[in-house]
């Protein structure tokens, strides 16, 4: 059974650039949430998505955006990067919200210039 | 609000010793709690889910515990070996349906 796969792994962008990660979660799970990971702040609640729908959003500013699909895949996207997003994106399944473990990927490192 | 709190920040012992990491949370009103294993670089590797009806969960040399009403948790590692040397993180999941992360112990194993 294939587990949560985030693409790509790493990822060097340009201040002021914007980039999309992607999340394919457990076959059959239907909820994603994403985390940001930085030495300083750990781990942080971005959002999480359940049958195409958010359910929650963390404090994040509007730059942080994300989206899934039919398919339960989903996608994080981030404009007019700053500096301080580099950080590791992690990305979480269930089945569903909340009630049993998450499963992580291996998350995707961001390196912003 | 939920806060999570893990002590000692950094352990060190030599191996074979048990040892017994600490997780601390606010609001006794969870759903669950989950302990995962992070190696230096990686994503998070789920160790032991107990659920709040549970007060234990067992894997291995691994022993989770539950203390719902006094808000803690304890993650004991028994016979450590210099593989078990990562970061050990605990996670809340409650009503919000978000889990809430302590910082982490970052834990050694001298050979």
């Known amino acids: 059974k294939a587990g949560v796969t985030q693409t790509p792994r790493y990822l060097i962008k340009t201040r002021g650039q914007q980039v999309t990660l992607s999340c394919s979660p457990i076959?059959?799970?239907?909820?994603v949430s994403w985390y940001q990971q930085t030495p300083g702040q750990g781990l942080q609640f971005l959002f999480e998505y359940f049958s195409e729908t958010q359910r929650n959003k963390g404090n994040f500013p509007g730059r942080f955006s994300g989206r899934q699909f039919s398919n339960s895949r989903s996608e994080m996207n981030v404009s007019t990067l700053e500096l301080g997003d580099s950080a590791l994106y992690l990305c979480?399944?269930?089945?569903?919200?909340?009630?049993?473990?998450?499963?992580f990927g291996s998350g995707t490192r961001l390196t912003v210039v | 609000k939920q806060e999570v709190t893990q002590i000692p920040a950094a352990l060190s012992v030599p191996e074979g010793e048990n040892l017994v990491l600490n997780c601390s949370f606010t609001d006794s009103a969870i759903y669950n709690l989950q302990w995962f294993r992070q190696d230096p670089g990686k994503g998070l590797t789920s160790l032991l889910l107990?659920?709040?009806?549970?007060r234990e969960q067992t894997s291995g040399r691994l022993n989770a515990s539950l203390d719902k009403s006094s808000g803690r948790s304890t993650l004991y590692i028994a016979a450590s070996q210099p593989g078990d040397s990562a970061t050990y993180l605990c996670a809340v999941g409650g009503s919000a349906s978000k889990i809430i992360f302590g910082s982490g112990t970052r834990l050694s194993i001298r050979p």
């Open positions: 979480a399944s269930n089945i569903t919200p909340g009630l049993v473990g998450y499963t």
């Open positions: 107990i659920q709040s009806s549970q």
């Open positions: 076959s059959g799970h239907r909820s």
